[in-house]
């Protein structure tokens, strides 16, 4: 039964989403040069309103955190104004929307802003080069110090006010898929002996730091988070990393979020030290919403939520293929199926 999908669901006192199905975070490299979404993006976006949520595309906090070509900011006025045109046409369209937050640490690269260097955990590199632009290679990141790691909490909290500005119903802080908080949070990327490093309490003390700084700012029912237990792109899982994630996912739940986001491609990816997949690890150390992904069709979806194993299903690579996705499958109709040559064009 498809049904569960489109019951509206309370997120909390001041969100409801009309239906179940999230639009996943995509990174598409569309902004124009100043890093300001275009008029296509608009359309884009406008176009995927039917869905319960949409979450951006992941978002700099500011330029440093840059790792791909023409991926958009939220730290300029131009770029505020930019993504205030986004909202306005999700919102006239009847949808609802949040930013996902991104610095990408050592993923970054100095070309994109014209530095000299990278922050990030600790001096460890991402081997090879980027994607698309292979002339390029990953360079050995500069640890951030204690002032810089304030700075970083205060600019991702600069952010978070920024959305609100620009109209957005929440933000979504990225703290997955290798990214700069995901880094702090894995011991293959966090090599540190200070207040950031070696215990779960430490390896936390900058995600929790970014997660109280923004839901203080914005309100805490409307940041949601993503994260990836299980390492599996940009950085190396260890089973030592089980530890920190058992300690951090009860401190999140304390918070009192607008909900948890799974950060993964396939949910069917088993990880040793998880003792199964993302999924199930995180609905068995954190009770309140949930949001699935990763390789599900409406049916597989549904019936996840069916039984329990979490509360919301975000879609990603089918709803670059189908800007119609839920009304297709609220009328029984076929689905386009994605394949990657599509990310070359925004429809
Ligand atoms: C992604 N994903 C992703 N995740 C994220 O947190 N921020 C991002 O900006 C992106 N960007 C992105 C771009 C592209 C082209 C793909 C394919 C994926 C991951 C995405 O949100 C989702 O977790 C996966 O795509 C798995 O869901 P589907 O596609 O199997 O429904
Ligand atoms: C935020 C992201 C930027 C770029 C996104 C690229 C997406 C690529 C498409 C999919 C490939 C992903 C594979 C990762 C899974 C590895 C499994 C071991």
Known sequence: MLDTLFHPFVLNDTLTLKNRILMAPLTRCMADDNLVPTQAMIDYYARRADTGLIISEAILIRADGQGYPHTPGLFTPEQINGWRKVTDAVHN??????A????TGRVAHPFFFNGEYVLAPSAIALEGTLPRMRELTYTVPKPATK???EQLIADFSQAAANAIDAGFDGVEIH???GYLIDQFLHFSTNERDDEFGETPENMARFPLAVIDAISQRIGRDRTGLRLSPG????????????????YLLPEVEKRCLAYLHVGIFDDSMNFDYLDGSVS?????????????????SPQTGSDAIEAGKFDLLAIGRPLIANPDYVNKIQSGKALTPYDDTMLAQLI
């Not at 996902?100 to 610095?103: D, G, P």
């Not at 390492?231 to 058992?246: I, S």
């Open 147 to 149: 002032t810089e790691i």
């Open 280 to 296: 199930q690890y995180m609905r068995a150390h954190y009770q309140r919403t949930l949001v699935g992904v990763g390789c599900y």
């Open 231 to 246: 390492g599996y792109f940009n950085l190396e899982g260890d089973a030592r990393d089980r530890k920190v994630f058992d």
């Open 175 to 177: 703290g997955a898929n």
């Open 93 to 98: 369209n009847g949808g609802k929307i949040f």
């Open 100 to 103: 996902q937050l991104w610095h």
